[in-house]
């Protein structure tokens, strides 16, 4: 199973960024989706972005298109995610997540579905007020 250790969460005001980063190991499987959920106070987890280790395609959420940027450093097992923008509605505990079912995993993020997902990382909070 793989090990994703998040960070870079904190405090920003409205129109602020943010950029997280998720650091990965222990994959079994060049083929896999990694990317990042969101999770505010009663409502479920939600995909916000991924991205394919396949052929580096990106998916987003409507919510966070144009303001939002995934990217992977492969040299440093690295997965980050520019957060730009920010509103209020962005605040939450952002997991990363890693999944071998690419198209799953790209559809849980451009249709809001919920799925299974293979690992997760502990969280970091992001935190949007003024």
């Known amino acids: 199973q793989a090990q994703l250790v998040e960070s870079g969460g904190g405090l920003v005001q409205p129109g602020g960024s943010l950029r997280l980063a998720c650091v990965a190991s222990?994959?079994?499987?060049?083929?896999?989706?990694i990317g990042w959920f969101r999770q505010t106070p009663g409502k479920e987890r939600e995909a916000v972005s991924c991205i394919s280790s396949h052929d580096g395609s990106t998916y987003y959420a409507d919510s966070v298109k144009g303001r939002f940027t995934i990217s992977r450093d492969n040299a440093k097992n690295t997965v980050y995610l520019q957060m730009n923008g920010l509103k209020p509605a962005d605040a939450g505990v952002y997991y990363c997540?890693?999944?071998?079912?690419?198209?799953?995993?790209?559809?849980?993020?451009?249709?809001?579905?919920?799925?299974?997902?293979?690992?997760w990382g502990q969280g970091t909070q992001g935190t949007v007020s003024s």
């Open positions: 997540a890693q999944d071998r079912n690419i198209p799953r995993f790209s559809r849980a993020v451009e249709a809001g579905i919920p799925i299974p997902i293979g690992s």
């Open positions: 222990g994959f079994t499987s060049d083929y896999y989706a």
